[in-house]
């Protein structure tokens, strides 16, 4: 029987202001860093520094964890 073989596919696009907008809607929610974090298991460090935009690159998944746990979208599209 024949391995599986995994294809990658590598997308990077910059997306200015991302982090301002990150941290406006984490402002307008009710909750506080701690409580947000939380639920997405990422530490507050790590979340400043996105919004800060020192996290040279951000992988979607994280970035689509941060639009769900704050119910937001924040128009993230590699593919076009």
Known sequence: MPGLM????????????????????????????????????????????IEKEETKFLPLETLRKIEKVLQVDLEVNLDD
Do not use: H
């Open 6 to 49: 995994k294809v990658r596919r590598t997308v990077e696009r910059e997306f200015p202001g991302l982090g301002t907008r990150i941290k406006k809607a984490r402002e307008a929610d009710s909750r506080s860093l701690a409580q947000i974090c939380g639920e997405i298991d990422m530490t507050a460090a790590n979340w400043y520094k």
